[in-house]
Nanobody
Framework: QVHPVESGGGLVQAGGSLRLSCSAS????????MGWFRQAPGKEREFVAA????????VYADSVKGRFTISRDKARNTVYLQMNSLKPEDTAAYHC???????????????????WGQGTQVTVSS
């Protein structure tokens, strides 16, 4: 079993920064690809960013490119999401997800991730 656990959410003013962390125990096979998704109240879940262990390949949603950076500490099986220049529209519950090797075009597809964390709330005030 894999249990992603997120931390680092909070309240920040627009233009500020936060760093989210996700620790995922379990087999390397099951955590080869790790991603962040977010869901705001009344909205559908949307992809934010993902990273693949095998080659450190990263994928970002257009809405966060240039502002967010995903990285991972392989030894600790931890993934980070550095969020800069935050906007009120970034307000959401951020969920970490873990999955096997996923091809790049599908790294933004939630159905390929088998394990999900409970989420951490990020609130950006204007």
């Amino acid at each position: 079993q894999v249990h992603p656990v997120e931390s680092g959410g909070g309240l920040v003013q627009a233009g500020g920064s936060l760093r989210l962390s996700c620790s995922a125990s379990g087999r390397t096979f099951s955590t080869n690809t790790m991603g962040w998704f977010r869901q705001a109240p009344g909205k559908e879940r949307e992809f934010v960013a993902a990273i693949r262990r095998l080659d450190d390949n990263t994928v970002y949603a257009d809405s966060v490119k240039g502002r967010f950076t995903i990285s991972r500490d392989k030894a600790r099986n931890t993934v980070y999401l550095q969020m800069n220049s935050l906007k009120p529209e970034d307000t959401a519950a951020y969920h970490c997800a873990a999955g096997p090797y996923i091809i790049v075009p599908q790294m933004n597809n939630a159905t390929f991730y088998g394990y999900w964390g409970q989420g951490t709330q990020v609130t950006v005030s204007s």
